[in-house]
């Protein structure tokens, strides 16, 4: 099994930053990509950025330029750093890790963290 711990949310006013981290452990070989995702009141999960493990990165349109995804390997942890955010950046925010369980495994799990809370007031 895998577990993934998110921290670093909380209340900012708009303009301002945060910074998530999400660690994995567990039953690890590899993590072919990390990602996170946020969800707001009423609305449906959003994909907002991911980075493979060769360090290639994809952000929403709504985040580019204000966001920055990074992955320490070693560690197994992702980390969103978030500039200039707004007030609809507010949502509960999800890590995701694609795992490949076992050497003597070929495919991969995807493993969700519990969400961690980022509210932007006005």
């Known amino acids: 099994q895998v577990q993934l711990v998110e921290s670093g949310g909380g209340l900012v006013q708009a303009g301002g930053s945060l910074r998530l981290s999400c660690a994995a452990s567990?039953?690890?070989?590899?993590?072919?990509?990390m990602g996170w995702y946020r969800q707001a009141p009423g609305k449906q999960r959003e994909l907002v950025a991911t980075?493979?493990?060769?360090?290639?990165?994809y952000y929403a349109d709504s985040v580019q330029g204000r966001f920055t995804i990074a992955r320490d390997n070693a560690k197994n942890t992702v980390y969103l750093q978030m500039y200039s955010l707004k007030p609809e950046d507010t949502a509960v925010y999800y890590c995701?890790?694609?795992?490949?369980?076992?050497?003597?495994?070929?495919?991969?799990?995807?493993?969700w963290g519990q969400g961690t809370q980022v509210t932007v007031s006005s």
């Open positions: 980075v493979t493990n060769g360090n290639n990165t």
């Open positions: 567990g039953s690890i070989f590899s993590i072919s990509s």
């Open positions: 995701r890790a694609r795992v490949r369980p076992d050497a003597l495994l070929t495919w991969e799990y995807d493993y």
